[in-house]
């Protein structure tokens, strides 16, 4: 398949900026210690570069191709048209089956790609990333061993516990895994962490698992990340002969929503969708949905953006059963994006997703990450809501459950 | 110049010596026992850096982290260390100058021109924010406020900043100006001379500004040996680590602010040598 080339449709300013015109509230830029901008620098102008280098972005998708098995297919869910109320009452419901690549999740593709750059534009030595449900690090940690770079990966330790079988993995690939436990012992404070690290280290490169974190990482990641949307776009033309009616995916940080939603983002007839977690419930505050309840902006780990956060600017742990949603804030762009309006929000519940997986499992016969359920979940509400038989609807099924089923399984017997 | 450091400058001058400054978070570990270190610390310091805790920093060693998670769990809120500091100058009798550093999220959330006037309102001499990139526009609006009421934004420069960075932080810089010795996190390392001389040397050929060092200063040795090249010297973690020692040990409010004290008075001899 020819994957069409990425093209630049929401570009921030140089500082690194989305500015919402009507509000003039701005998202993203580069707030830093000042012994990081030399680092922010290097790789902003490595990544102006690579954007122009032929070579790197033909080797790069080669790689992506035949190792990460980006070209994933897009599977008509006949099952959740079912469930929705069928097909003569919604339309069709597609998923796009990211969880079949190489590490079964979206996270391979950002985190391979960064690597890439790192080894070969910025001539690194070492990768510092960090980690919540261990999907990044294990796919950081697998594109640095075949890159023969040392990987340095700090997680909470909080995480460490819950998802053991992605530590696992990423300790067999040779990754050297630093607990952080400092405060909410989480992604937050690990991302705090190698940021950190790196600081110590400018001969090191910071690989950034999400859409998040000082300029340029925003851009650079969904960049990277929209492979996939790109080539859903294509799939889904030559399945239908056109865009989907709506594209749904999960948020936490906001990667795998920037990638597969990004190459819409200027077609209005397409209604994009982020779903957040809302945990036990928005109304509890044990929740990991920034946008849905109303963040206000401030100023997380180097970007201005919506963060859960106390009154004083102490930044509120989130809470979810999804460790890669157990974020709290949100990418930069994605901010602004909601802020306009074009990304719609919605949140499912901690509950709510734990009974579309054992769905999913029984009915379809696929084993979804927890993080997917959220958004299958809201997505068949959305679909049911709008009962168009005219409609398309494209789900991004973002990873594969594998790391999810001791926990599931106990769910699913303590509810029997 | 700021007033106070225009005092300062000016006695350690005539005294042939750099001057001191300590590092402390604000309400570590209680509100009471920090109040009574810092008026101690004014005995021995021409300076004093207060600390404002924010929960996700992300240039602190985790002993200043640690110091911060024992600080917001004493109740630290902005305001809190206004009225800290506040209470502390009207206790003492020193010149010592006051500033605040933290990061830009609390600012943020506290309202620039308010954290700006509150500043004025309780003494505060000086700002140190450590993430607030000189190209940002709240750095502006930041060191528009402090300039027009008379108090300092003191910038950070690293060993690994370009000229570029060193010239607009200089632009913004009008008391003095703080050199990170090394690359890495709040008293990870030990100070890096060869890094001190290199920056200094830079910075005196552009600028006459007064210029602190800090990062990894954690004895009366590195003391001196700073003081040799910088006119401040700034010592944060062994500190706070002494007042994490004395807590353990069950000491508070006075009987801390001594056990502090007699450590920090020894360190800040370090400048008269």
Known sequence: MKIPPFKEINAPDKLGYWTNKKTGETYGGQYISPLLIPNLKKVETGFKKAMKNKKFLADLEEQLVNHIGIV?????SKELEEIAGGEKKIGKIFLKRTDLHHDSSHKPVSAFSSVFFAKHILKAKKIITETGASMNARAVASACAKLNLSCEVHIGALDAEKVSLNKDITELYGADIKVCHDSTKSLLPAMAAALRSWQGDPTAMYVVGSVCGPH????MVRTFASIIGRIAKKQMKDL???????????CGGGSNLSAISYPFYNEKSVDIFGIESAGKGIASGAHAATITSKAPIGILLGARSNVLMDADGQVDPSETEASGLDFSGTGPEICYMASTGRIKFRATTDKEAQETFLIMCKKTGILPAIEACYVIHAAIKEIKRRKNPKENHLIHLCGSGESNVGRMLKYKRNNE | MNKTFEKIFAKAKSENRSCFVAFVTGMDPDYESSKQILIELSKYCDCIEVGVSFNTSTSDSSIIMGANDRAIKSGAKTEKIFKLIKQVKKNIESDTAFVTMGY???????????????CKKSGVDGCIVVD???????DDKIFKGLTNNNMAFIKLIAPTNDSNYIKQSLKKSLSWLYIVSYAGVTGSKKVNINNVKKLTKLIRKQSKIPIGVGFGIKNYNDVKNVSKLADL???GSSIVEKIKEGNKKGLTNQNLAQFVGKYVRRLSEGVKN
């Open chain 1, 72 to 76: 994933t297919p897009i599977l008509r």
């Open chain 2, 104 to 118: 830009l999220n609390q600012i943020h959330v506290y309202g620039i021109d308010r954290y700006i006037n509150d």
């Open chain 2, 233 to 235: 010297v700034v010592c």
């Open chain 2, 132 to 138: 607030s990139n000189n190209e940002a526009p709240e």
């Open chain 1, 216 to 219: 340029p990482y925003p851009l």
């Open chain 1, 240 to 250: 239908i002969g056109k865009s989907p009616s709506t594209v749904f995916a999960v």
